[in-house]
């Protein structure tokens, strides 16, 4: 008998098992985000409840929770008018594959592309998941680029440490105006500060009677 598949919106109540499919996404992915709370997901999964342009559909197997996907409308380009749905944190568990069910994401997220006139479907995968990419291929998905992850910290200190006159300048000069623009910020919230573009000034003293 085949299993009953099913795709529906991530409900707050999936959020422990959408964490568990989260630690199994990322144990073969040193650079994957570690698994949230099930309480921060639950918060996020409520959020993206009333977000128009986003999605977390889950994939359930015979009722039970089993895959995840996160779609996404965003412009293809910068200098094109068209959107496309980004598919993003495909999984599907092991116990669960094979049955149909990454197909059964896929398919919901073309049929959302459909209903908001995107004219394509993109797919983010990992490069090492050889398996993944090759249901990938066989459903006509190209490989166009390469995502590549890591922290702001780590790119700034890695750009710091080539000792380039220029580039330090630049980040110096970066750090400067974000410095000026919190001073500045801050002092917009002060309750003493006027309003912007003012300047704050003593009172003048009262004359003296005497005089």
Not at 69 to 96: G, N
Not at 154 to 168: C, G, H, K, V
């Amino acid at each position: 008998m085949l299993p009953a598949i099913a795709v529906r919106d991530a409900e707050p109540d999936d959020a422990e098992a959408l964490v568990t499919l989260w630690e199994q996404m990322s144990a073969g992915h040193s650079r994957l985000l570690a698994a949230p709370s099930a309480n921060t997901a639950r918060t996020a999964i409520a959020r993206l409840l009333s977000e128009p342009s986003a999605r977390l559909v889950v994939g359930a197997m015979n009722g039970e929770v089993c895959a995840m996907a996160y779609l996404r409308r965003t412009p293809i380009s910068p200098l094109h008018d068209e959107d496309t749905v980004t598919v993003e944190y495909l999984h599907v568990s092991d116990e669960a594959r094979r049955h149909g069910v990454g197909k059964a994401l896929l398919a919901e997220a073309t049929a959302w592309a459909d209903e908001k006139d995107s004219q394509h479907v993109a797919v983010l995968a990992s490069a090492g998941e050889r398996e993944t990419n090759r249901f990938l291929a066989r459903l006509g998905l190209g490989q166009v680029g390469v995502v590549r992850f890591a922290s702001a910290h780590t790119i700034r200190r890695r750009l710091a440490s080539d000792q380039s006159p220029n580039l330090l300048a630049l980040l110096a000069t970066r750090r400067t105006a974000l410095a000026r623009r919190a001073a500045m910020l801050r002092g917009a919230h002060s309750p003493l500060s006027g309003p912007p573009g003012s300047s704050l000034s003593r009172p003048t003293a009262p004359e003296s009677t005497g005089k």
